[in-house]
């Protein structure tokens, strides 16, 4: 138990399908992340939220949409998504200094998401 | 930006065997964290080590920064031992934290 909880942990959905998935951290960190892990692939960071203000967004497109309603909770809402998409998704948590120094980020378990 | 590079990309062992794996960076960091993945895709945290010497239990990693790598030995290895290793690190500005390919262990019986 890393402290970050994801939900759902396998999500199968059409292309016409809208859905969200949910991260959840009790570790008192103040920023959240959104990576994307595809098959034999890197980790790719999509989205990061610092104090609840995303800072970043790395050229995703706008079918997958986070949202931070506060500094414990991390949503990523996918909609028309295609079969390309199918990738483990993966939040992480950590507790930033204003110079960014000792940025020790914990990952949730992930959700397996397929497209179909 | 910051390069990355894992190696072996794929390791196959003897239950009881020792490894080392290698982490190369091209540029100066703050941060570098190992972690393993395990089959089902959990990220566990093994090091936060920009610099020195750790040891937890079988698994310890050294970082010289001045060379920018990073080592990551596992001694006496066992099949729960299996899953992907990956290295980490923030650059200075400590920003987003970039990953390298990961290295694939299999630890046979």
């Known amino acids: 138990e890393t402290g970050v909880t994801q939900t759902p942990r396998h999500l199968v959905m059409g292309m016409t399908n809208k859905k969200s998935l949910k991260c959840e951290q009790h570790l008192g960190h103040n920023a959240m992340y959104w990576y994307k892990q595809s098959a034999k692939k890197p980790l790719e960071l999509m989205f990061v939220y610092s104090l609840e203000e995303r800072v970043e967004n790395n050229s995703v497109p706008s079918r997958f949409s986070p949202e931070c309603p506060n500094s414990s909770h991390l949503f990523l809402h996918l909609h028309t998504l295609q079969p390309e998409d199918s990738a483990l998704y993966l939040c992480?948590?950590?507790?930033?200094?204003?110079?960014?120094?000792?940025?020790?980020?914990?990952f949730g378990a992930g959700t397996r998401l397929s497209v179909l | 930006g910051i390069q990355v590079e894992q190696s072996p990309p794929d390791l196959i062992l003897q239950e009881g065997a020792n490894s080392t794996l290698r982490c190369n960076f091209s540029?100066?960091?703050?941060?570098l964290q190992w972690f393993h993945q395990n089959p089902w895709g959990q990220l566990i945290n093994l090091f936060y080590i920009p610099s020195g010497t750790k040891q937890n239990g079988r698994l310890s990693a050294t970082t010289v920064a001045t060379e920018r790598y990073s080592l990551l030995y596992i001694s006496s290895s066992q099949t729960t031992d299996s899953g992907v290793y990956f290295c980490a690190v923030n650059d200075n500005q400590g920003g987003k934290l970039i990953f390298g390919q990961g290295t694939e262990l299999s630890v046979k019986p």
């Open positions: 992480a948590s950590s507790r930033t200094s204003n110079r960014g120094t000792k940025n020790i980020q914990y």
């Open positions: 540029d100066s960091v703050n941060n």
